[in-house]
């Protein structure tokens, strides 16, 4: 039998999708100051949208308004893995640190695509 859920943090989607947004921050610290409103900031913001969709879409009653903000994070989530690519390139960050991130990534991935087919079947009655 699952965990009991109580609220949006016990969803092991969202406790993933935060430590996204902190790894992006210890990422992006090292970053050019130069680049501190363009990619540092666009990294941050595309991570931490990933919990904050999943929070807003558990919040919504109606399952199609649910499914459309875990969508919305698995945007942002790919969005978060663009600009770390860019990141890697340019020669921010070294690669070896980008592994955990794009693992982390992976994973949540997967735990989204799951989430969102849940909860389409659960609230259709499939």
């Known amino acids: 039998m699952g965990k009991l859920v109580r609220g949006f943090e016990d969803l092991e989607v969202w406790q993933l999708g935060k430590q996204l947004v902190v790894l992006a921050y ?43 903000f875990y969508l919305n994070a698995r945007g942002s989530l790919s969005e978060t893995k663009s600009h770390l690519l860019i990141a890697s390139e340019l020669g921010f960050v070294r690669e070896d640190f980008l592994k955990p991130s794009f693992e982390l990534i992976a994973l949540l991935s997967v735990k989204l695509n799951n989430l969102i087919t849940a909860t389409r079947k659960t609230q259709r009655g499939k």
């Open 26 to 68: 210890k990422l992006t610290e090292s970053f050019p100051s130069s680049e501190r409103y363009n990619l540092t900031g666009q990294i941050r913001r595309a991570a931490i949208s990933v919990p904050g969709n999943i929070a807003e879409g558990y919040g919504r009653y109606h399952y199609l308004d649910k499914v459309k």
